[in-house]
T-cell receptor
Framework: SQTIHQWPATLVQPVGSPLSLECTVEGTSNPNLYWYRQAAGRGLQLLFYSVGIGQISSEVPQNLSASRPQDRQFILSSKKLLLSDSGFYLC??????????FGPGTRLTVT | GQNIDQPTEMTATEGAIVQINCTYQTSGFNGLFWYQQHAGEAPTFLSYNVLDGLEEKGRFSSFLSRSKGYSYLLLKELQMKDSASYLCAVRDYGGATNKLIFGTGTLLAVQP
């Protein structure tokens, strides 16, 4: 069966510090991968998606970036965090079906 | 533009039936999803509708009317564990990318 992992689970970072969040998927190959952010009281906002290794599409302009160095690995990064980057970051995958399956998420607080 | 509307909050009684509505206006439409999200957790998939009509899955049912841009999620025999946010999402036209546009969610509180 397929599983999706995210780490860390929680993170507190100062403004201006770098960020690296990792997502890995097991039990599937060549999945579509997605990064979402959920700010307090708001819906899920799609940040990036990837249909294959090295293929990244950005949905919104921001100071975040994403990379997919391996088929089942998706990384979200920032060189300098802003207060507005605080939120719940969710990675999701999709393969054959239309539904997306979410990882456990990373709660990021920028102080 | 892309717009998905859901009520912000709803309250219902254990054992009762509750209907959560979702209206959408999107540039493309290729299906509608409902997800359940408990506080502090990731969303979990509940249902998918692409054709008009009612899809039933146990205590949960989902309805779609494409001509009206309208869907609802029906929860029967409510249990305390059904207290959660319910997210409506529309699948955009995107071929292989399968982008989903989410509403802000409806927070359902089930009371004894």
């Amino acid at each position: 069966s397929q599983t999706i992992h995210q780490w860390p689970a929680t993170l507190v970072q100062p403004v201006g510090s770098p960020l690296s969040l990792e997502c890995t998927v097991e039990g599937t190959s060549n999945p579509n991968l997605y990064w979402y952010r959920q700010a307090a009281g708001r819906g899920l906002q799609l940040l990036f998606y990837s249909v294959g290794i090295g293929q990244i599409s950005s949905e919104v302009p921001q100071n975040l970036s994403a990379s997919r160095p391996q088929d089942r690995q998706f990384i979200l990064s920032s060189k300098k965090l802003l207060l507005s980057d605080s939120g719940f970051y969710l990675c999701a995958w999709r393969q054959a079906g239309y539904e997306q399956y979410f990882g456990p998420g990373t709660r990021l607080t920028v102080t | 533009g892309q717009n998905i509307d859901q009520p912000t909050e709803m309250t219902a009684t254990e054992g009762a039936i509750v209907q959560i509505n979702c209206t959408y206006q999107t540039s493309g439409f290729n299906g509608l999803f409902w997800y359940q999200q408990h506080a502090g957790e990731a969303p979990t998939f509940l249902s998918y509708n692409v054709l008009d009509g009612l899809e039933e899955k146990g205590r949960f049912s989902s309805f779609l009317s494409r001509s009206k841009g309208y869907s609802y999620l029906l929860l029967k025999e409510l249990q305390m564990k059904d207290s959660a946010s319910y997210l409506c999402a529309v699948r955009d036209y995107g071929g292989a990318t399968n982008k989903l546009i989410f509403g802000t969610g409806t927070l359902l509180a089930v009371q004894p």
